[in-house]
């Protein structure tokens, strides 16, 4: 199995999608912002407020520099921003987890966990900026991926399975 990166916006479920497709293909699922902030020994929201975004972007690009080089055989869920590297398809087969911003906003909110969820992700804080920056990135997504998933009403465990039998994972 090629390694399968899952891209789309903040909060659409990448991470739990990752986990699901991992348990059902019997690779491992690791997650590019784990992996930065493992690095960095801080977390995201930490990385933005005292270095800023382009910094940021550049522990992105020198995660997936590595993750070329050593990964095979994964699930790999991204941050919102991932898309951007110049190497995705040479890591991986891009799966693009799509769904409306109202959706996925809807999704957080619902969510348990929901404030910690919004605190996670620095880009939400606003909810105007992050729709217009869901707007400008759901083309860049789909420039980006091999194959788009619709992931509205449906389970992580139903995703995984349309994921492995749509694509030959």
């Given at each position: 199995m090629k390694n399968i990166i899952l891209v789309g916006f903040m909060g659409v479920?990448?991470?739990t999608v990752a986990r699901?497709?991992?348990?059902?293909?019997?690779?491992?699922?690791i997650d590019t912002d784990d992996m930065i902030e493992s690095l960095e020994?801080?977390?995201?929201?930490?990385?933005?407020?005292?270095?800023?975004?382009?910094?940021?972007?550049?522990?992105?690009?020198?995660?997936a520099k590595w993750l070329e080089k050593n990964v095979s055989n994964a699930?790999?869920?991204?941050?919102?921003?991932?898309?951007?590297?110049k190497n995705l398809n040479k890591i991986a087969k891009v799966i693009l987890l799509d769904a409306s911003f109202e959706y996925i906003y809807q999704q957080i909110l619902d969510h348990p966990n929901a404030k910690r969820k919004l605190a996670k992700r620095p880009l939400f804080q606003d909810i105007k900026k992050a729709k217009a920056l869901y707007k400008e990135r759901i083309p860049l997504y789909k420039g980006v991926a091999d194959a788009v998933i619709m992931i509205e009403g449906k389970s992580p465990e139903k995703i995984a399975k349309e994921i492995l039998k749509s694509h030959s994972c």
């Amino acid at each position: 199995m090629k390694n399968i990166i899952l891209v789309g916006f903040m909060g659409v479920g990448k991470g739990t999608v990752a986990r699901a497709l991992a348990k059902e293909s019997g690779a491992y699922a690791i997650d590019t912002d784990d992996m930065i902030e493992s690095l960095e020994n801080r977390r995201i929201k930490d990385i933005f407020i005292e270095d800023g975004e382009a910094y940021f972007r550049d522990l992105e690009k020198k995660t997936a520099k590595w993750l070329e080089k050593n990964v095979s055989n994964a699930i790999i869920s991204t941050g919102g921003g991932f898309y951007k590297v110049k190497n995705l398809n040479k890591i991986a087969k891009v799966i693009l987890l799509d769904a409306s911003f109202e959706y996925i906003y809807q999704q957080i909110l619902d969510h348990p966990n929901a404030k910690r969820k919004l605190a996670k992700r620095p880009l939400f804080q606003d909810i105007k900026k992050a729709k217009a920056l869901y707007k400008e990135r759901i083309p860049l997504y789909k420039g980006v991926a091999d194959a788009v998933i619709m992931i509205e009403g449906k389970s992580p465990e139903k995703i995984a399975k349309e994921i492995l039998k749509s694509h030959s994972c």
